[in-house]
DNA sequence: CTGAAAGCGCTAACAG
DNA sequence: CTGTTAGCGCTTTCAG
């Protein structure tokens, strides 16, 4: 509140920087033990000592140095959170919940993007290692086995978001691909359509993986067979590929019921059928695509999809952190929720 | 490289927890100041001694403890930054971009993200303050004088970026929004458009005003007076609202030629256009949007934008960073180029 | 409830 | 080039 008016009482020698507890106890009149106590939840001080340390401090600007007490405390109260792909719209959404969560409950993420290559991700690992970390998330990217042991080595359990499940020494977070895509299996087929197909990207990544292979394997048990195509990465151009690599070809093969394993590829997708196929949605071909971005509400898609859920994956992913010290591992799959727009013929 | 099997060479008695530089001492038969020096670039050890250490540490899987080494040199390499919406597609980019150089540098981030009121930011400014950190970007937001202040008290400048340019006290990096909204008044007129509008949000932030009146002042300058409707925040939504004010009234004062201060806005008011009146872009009406995100490039929009460069801007908060003792005010304004699509009458 | 003293893991200043 | 000696700012026994 006050203005510090040039009247400091004896800062620390030459130095000008930050103000020590030290200096608060020496203006408070106290111990220095006091002004850690008042600062220290569920420590015992007097209401009056409280007072006077609250007091100095204020006046003098204090501020609690978290690097010393996590030096001593061994809690640096920082979370490292890795991933390769900070653009991606999912991963920034759930970036935004984590790090909101994580500051609810007095905690700090420390961000450090990778290329997606084992080599950058190990380093970016080692970094966050050095912060003493409490525990380390992984938004993207598959971390080899050494990589894990690496981080169980150093005392943080790695949390796996939407990675590979099968990798143990990890606590696993993950959406429900599989029964997601199952899920717009049956909504295709119950609108009618026995002509299927995927349009995934041709990383194959886990999520990537789980979300062809439910589609597919659900097809199978309708007694139906979906044809796959593979394109690029995860991006609105992969989606135009996949358009054409499915209806650029044999006009008596082409599908009428889509899956597209991320919103992206579907709004590449759907604008190559309309711009370059004539084709309407939901009239000629159905699509479903998957994650629910902001852009699958939009007039010009209204795009039926599954949606995830970042609330729960983000309460997950905290409730892993706090749980660190639990020794088993630990896969937590959230539901996915299908959300009927209009690419789906009624 | 080697596993580590077991041989602990006395684990400092009951702690199970990271390894010291101690123990790595100990292990090479030297001091701990051989150590740190091995770990600290460019100090001087003898090769046979820095093998030695390096061996043991590796052997031991040693990490430096960056909270103790940032205790003393009073450089944590942590650089907070502070944002209110990481799911807007170009904050997020940022983020990326300034991570990944940060990274480059040997530096880390440390994000925040708050909801947008003044006491939230306040208290993010401070949990960040907390970790000594070398400095305090702020992505989005306008800090009262009284925030920066509080700042510039515990030493470190803030740096805002597309903020407020008129405050002082801290670097300012922003895109040229002005000139950037001045160029799309030029190309709408030079396209032959004389009825103007812009649609923008109406959350008066600086950005969206240095945007509104980029252009309006153009106009002016040009003999046109442009119409302004303003519609919610930043969202497709506000877009569509922007197209209903514009376009759901008097058919004779419809305007032909508009400016959308961001490619959210402008995708929500094209599809407005096409779906509930019908219109052509850019037959019938010429849009220009901003920032030039990806949907930007998307088949559907075709989109016509000021591109922000976020390589350039990142550069400079980078830049400013390591420049954090010139103890001048600094402004960077960053160049915001036109990029043609199809969104504009040729 | 309070202060004194010890020490978290590291670096830096100083002799050798 | 190397080891010894002091702390960095904080918390935490341990007495009182």
Redesign the pocket.
Known sequence: MSEDNGSHLRL?DH?V????????AERA?????????T??PG????P???RKVLAAADELG????R???G????RSNLVGIVCADLETPFTGRLLSHITTALSQRGMNALVIEFSENEEDLRDAIIRILEYRVESIVMLSGSPSVSIIRECVANGVKPILVNGDTTVSGAFSVVSDDFTGAAKAADRLVAAGHRHLAVVASASSTPVQQRRTMGFVKRAETLGLTATITLNGPVSYESGVAGAHALFGTRLDQRPDGVFCTSDVLAAGFLDALRTTYGLQVPDDVSVIGFDDLPQAAWENYRLTTLRQNPVDMSRAILAAIRNIDGSADRSVVVDVTLVDRESVRA
């Not at 030096?71 to 061994?74: K, P, R």
């Open positions: 620390p130095r920087g930050f103000i020590t507890s030290a200096d608060v009149g106290v111990s220095r033990s006091a002004v850690s106590r600062f220290t420590a015992s001080v007097s009056t000592v409280k204090y501020r609690v140095n690097l010393a007490r030096l001593i405390s061994a």
